[in-house]
């Protein structure tokens, strides 16, 4: 049975996502389709890139996967096939597919060119869907668009370095339903330029020179559990993606405050790591 999942920022309330499905299930009656999301920021690349590179390898090799975030066509916007690390991803070439290829080069690029074919002002229902179902009917990317060799780069990706790499500086890309703040560096980029260095991490007024590996790490479970008022302490990790992430422990925007509400930090906002010279990280 073929899997399709669908990413977009259509939300909860519109008919999108439900007429998406009914679609799918109009064209393929033996098919599963798994929401991975519906409530990406509305036209937000970085965060839809974000969600979708964390979501995909989790599901089966074959994996069909549409992505609904600024897929209106127009000249600067075409409609892209690619098939990735053995999955196929539908979705504009807007830049959400670089984070992704970045690390693994895609197998095949196809730009889709079924569009005379289709009227349509709702492309995820018309184009996307017609795409997926040929894929999950064993059908090639050749048949659906012409092959091209490059992806639309997305801004931000890949944090900054000065010169003598004592300093990154990256940007905030996502913002969880904790109210965690996840920035674009990678661990495997931070080790590389730390090369063992201490450091110190630095998001508005806020700053840290610890990076824990996993949340908990910050409670002192030697204290007894009324005494310690660990709730609402901030923190660095790298996230199960591996980005580095500014958190606060147990946040709760509602009582005790979580990292963007708290440190007052959004979306592309700046964070850096400042790397002390001569001194080793222990």
């Not at 499905?21 to 009656?29: N, R, V």
């Not at 549409?66 to 999955?87: C, M, Q, R, T």
């Not at 895609?106 to 009227?119: F, L, M, R, S, T």
């Not at 990256?170 to 996840?182: F, P, R």
Request: aromatic residues 10%.
């Amino acid at each position: 049975m073929a899997i399709i999942t669908l990413t977009t920022d259509f939300g909860e309330k519109d008919h999108f996502a439900g007429a998406t499905k009914g679609a799918i299930y109009s064209e393929l009656h033996d098919v599963k389709i798994v929401d991975i999301s519906h409530s990406i920021s509305p036209f937000s690349i970085p965060e839809a890139a974000y969600i979708i590179q964390n979501a995909y390898h989790s599901f089966p090799k074959g994996t069909i996967h549409i992505i609904g975030i600024d897929s209106e066509i127009n000249p600067e916007n075409k409609h892209i096939a690619v098939k990735l690390d053995d999955h196929f991803f539908i979705c504009a070439n807007n830049g959400i597919m670089s984070m992704i290829s970045s690390e693994i080069a895609p197998e095949k690029i196809v730009e889709i060119n079924i569009h005379d074919k289709i009227q349509t002002s709702f492309p995820v229902l018309d184009i996307f869907v017609k795409a997926a179902c040929h894929i999950a009917r064993g059908g090639t990317l050749d048949v659906i668009g012409k092959p091209i060799s490059k992806i639309k780069p997305i801004k931000n990706i890949v944090p900054y370095v000065n010169d003598d790499k004592t300093q990154i500086i990256g940007s905030v890309i996502y913002i969880d339903n904790y109210g965690n703040v996840v920035t674009n560096i990678k661990r495997s980029f931070f080790e590389t330029i730390q090369k063992g260095r201490a450091f110190e991490i630095s998001a508005r007024n806020n700053k840290f020179k610890t990076i824990f590996k996993k949340y908990s790490d910050i409670v002192n479970f030697n204290i007894e559990e009324n005494k310690r008022n660990d709730e609402g302490r901030g923190l660095v990790v790298f996230n199960s993606g591996n980005f580095l992430e500014i958190a606060v422990y147990k946040s709760n925007s509602g009582t005790v405050g979580s990292a963007s509400t708290l440190m007052g930090l959004g979306l592309m906002d700046t964070v850096s790591v400042n790397f002390i010279k001569d001194e080793k990280f222990v």
